[in-house]
């Protein structure tokens, strides 16, 4: 289907507005629970003239709010749905409209009630926040159903664009649809090993976006054969004003935050910051743990006592299964979960990985080992409980790596062993990608993305993420 400019421009207003308006709902909604909370509870002193006030500057306050989300660029489309980007603007817009609030009122010595200031924007930030999460899952959702996506061309070798192909197709959420690759020399095959047309050569971009539906250009590795040629594309397209020309650099998993581009002589040098494997042994992630740990241990104490009654209800054996595993920089420990397997089932292994004896990470998704009871546990990870206390020891972190086993470790190869460099997680980045269906590979990369690019921001993403996985009980077995 042929999407015209005008048809994007207004599919990307319309988007633009409905987040708007969502954020208007909500401030809207807030400020009333506030001035209703400032007026009723009872920690509050007299109420006075205050509802007077609130109804004088609720509106300014609205608006500016609104307009202080505005220009941070809280409704900028490309944040929209992906990255941490778009919650850090709606949280530091947020910031600035609560300061100019109070130095506003300050200034022209307006009464504003403390009590409704501080309730608005305690509440607000929260749910302005939750607001933009459950429309990002919407947003999401419509992508992979094939809506709200945007059309891409990707100019490169035939293996890079093959590599990010994959990487956009897997992940369907971002809303990219491929319609094609360009080649940088000789004559252009029909389609890559992989099946991606190719549509011509890079040097006939301007023909070919001109001719179809391309939402962004995607310049990957090896698609130019000298450095001026880039400038010469876009001066060529520079008269498709929807269009997008991205550039993916060869840098594989290496987060936002350790990029910086500084220009250099007129050169966009990239720098890349030291990786992160030693700032995740600070004295804060420890403390996040400490505090976390103690927090769930005491909030999930039904469940313990649930899991504990069905598993002695079922075959009357040890509730909990203590297994050595590898954690910091080699250090074994004993680490423990609620027995999902029958008696004897570590005994059983090697009769049944066949094929399989020479892999690194065993998984079968039928296991007969698991018993009734334990199936339930595992389907909502509800097995793992128990590892909060090795969170407590200190021998795990609430997020991290997957802790392996010592027969995985002598198998690693030696970029495996990076793995090590942290604390082994109750979850992490393999938890929230799709727990046992994920390859070894995928696994390891991910593992590795976290050692490499450890921040609290992403333990904090990772936690609320683990929550609706866990729920959805995506590739638990």
């Known amino acids: ?76 489309e490309s944040h929209f749905a992906v990255g941490t980007e778009e919650y850090r603007r709606v949280f530091m817009a947020s910031l600035a409209a609560a300061g100019l609030v109070g130095i506003g009122c300050y200034l022209a010595q307006f009464p504003l009630s403390r009590g409704f200031f501080v309730l608005l924007f305690t509440l607000g930030i929260p749910m302005l926040m939750l607001s933009r999460f459950l429309g990002r899952r919407v947003i999401q959702r419509l992508r992979r159903g094939g809506r709200l996506t945007r059309q891409i061309l990707i100019a490169g070798a035939p293996q890079h664009v ?28 029909s389609e890559t090993l992989t099946g991606i047309p190719v549509l011509g050569r890079t040097r006939d971009a301007e023909r070919i976006v001109g001719s179809r539906d391309v939402d962004t250009l995607l310049i990957a590795e090896g698609a130019f054969e000298e450095g001026a040629s880039l400038r010469q594309m876009a001066w060529d397209l520079e008269k498709h004003k929807d269009l997008e020309i991205a550039v993916a650099p060869s840098l594989t998993d290496v987060a936002a935050g350790r990029v910086e581009i500084r220009p250099v002589a007129g050169l966009p040098l990239v720098y890349i910051g030291h990786t992160r494997a030693q700032d995740s042994a600070h004295w804060a992630k420890r403390l996040f743990d ?5 927090s769930l241990l005491l909030a999930s104490f039904p469940f313990w006592a649930w899991a504990a009654l069905r598993i ?12 050595t595993r590898v954690g910091l920089d080699g250090r074994t420990f004993e680490c423990l979960k609620f027995r999902t397997m029958v008696i004897g089932a570590e005994s059983m292994l090697p ?23 334990g199936r339930l546990l595992r389907r909502y990870s509800l097995d793992e409980l128990p590892q909060l206390l090795n969170v407590l020891r200190g021998d795990m972190s ?35 990608s799709g727990r046992s269906s994920l390859s070894w590979d995928d696994t390891i990369r991910l593992d590795l993305y976290y050692v490499d690019n450890w921040s609290m921001v992403q333990d904090l993403v990772i936690l609320a993420k683990t929550a609706s996985a866990v729920m959805a009980a995506r590739g638990a077995y």
Not at 290 to 294: D, L, M, P, Y
């Open 312 to 323: 002695k209800l079922h075959d009357g054996g040890p509730v909990l299964f203590r297994q």
């Open 290 to 294: 400490i505090v976390g740990s103690v």
């Open 398 to 432: 609430l997020v991290g790596p997957r802790p392996p086993l010592p027969s995985e470790v002598e198998r690693y190869e030696d970029v495996a062993n990076r793995r090590l460099r942290v604390r082994p997680g109750l979850t992490g980045l393999w938890q929230i």
């Open 162 to 189: 093959e590599a990010l192909a994959d990487v956009l197709m897997r992940e369907s959420w971002l809303g990219y649809s491929i319609i094609g690759c360009l080649t940088a020399d000789g004559p252009p095959p």
């Open 1 to 76: 289907m042929r999407v015209d400019g005008a048809v994007r421009r207004t599919r990307r207003s319309t988007l633009q507005l409905s987040t708007a308006a969502a954020d208007l709902l909500t401030i809207l909604l807030v400020t009333v629970v506030a001035a209703v909370g400032r007026n009723t509870l009872p920690f509050f002193e007299s109420v006075g003239d205050i509802p007077e006030n609130v109804s004088a500057s609720a509106v300014f306050i609205v608006a500016g709010w609104l307009a202080a989300l505005a220009l941070s660029g809280a409704y900028a």
């Open 351 to 373: 009769t049944m990985q066949g094929d399989d004896a020479d892999h690194v990470l065993f998984k079968m998704q039928h296991d007969p080992r698991v018993t009734k009871a």
